[in-house]
């Protein structure tokens, strides 16, 4: 009997820390500071959560099926480098009105981005709208690397000079 007990115990934990949203990996912190795993449901909830000019730490790898759209600026820093596998683009920067009218700025640092074989279906793991010019220039992507991204022997060097030309226009 006491077997049982213990089972359904340990089977209640689980269930709650399973269904509290992963406990382990949510978004902690506030304004102007949060913290996040890597993965994307986390991140997702820190960007909604945090105010323009706040500040998002990502720790841990993940793979991510959806691109991230950030419409205020942020700054998203990747502590350890972490990598994020996706055969999409990651992150794509659409400022919103107040975002624009403010020049607000997003900066994004100390990822590495995985294409796993793909090149991020073109658009490389940063996207950007094509609204505005601004909306390049507000774009500062630091110390971030690109690898694995094409099955093509020469398409690795061409995608990560293209990124590297785009993320120059970014200072």
Aim: glycine residues 8%.
């Amino acid at each position: 009997m006491n077997q049982k007990k213990y089972f359904v115990l340990i089977l209640a934990a689980f269930a709650g820390v399973f269904l509290s949203g992963h406990a382990f990996g949510a978004c902690r912190g506030s304004s102007p500071k949060w913290h996040s795993s890597a993965d994307y449901n986390s991140v997702r909830s820190c960007v909604l959560k945090a105010k323009m000019g706040d500040t998002i730490i990502i720790s841990g790898d993940a793979v991510w099926t959806k691109t991230l759209t950030l419409n205020k600026g942020l700054t998203l820093i990747g502590s350890g480098n972490p990598v994020i596998t996706s055969a999409l683009a990651v992150f794509y920067w659409k400022p919103d009105q107040a975002a624009q009218a403010a020049g607000d700025k997003l900066m994004i640092k100390g990822f590495v981005f995985d294409g796993n074989g793909s090149n991020f279906r073109g658009l490389g793991p940063i996207k950007v709208s094509d609204s505005s010019e601004a909306n390049h220039a507000n774009l500062i992507d630091r110390n971030n690397r690109v690898r694995n991204t094409c099955v093509d022997k020469d398409a690795p060097r061409l995608t990560a000079l293209l990124y590297a030309l785009a993320a120059s226009k970014t200072k």
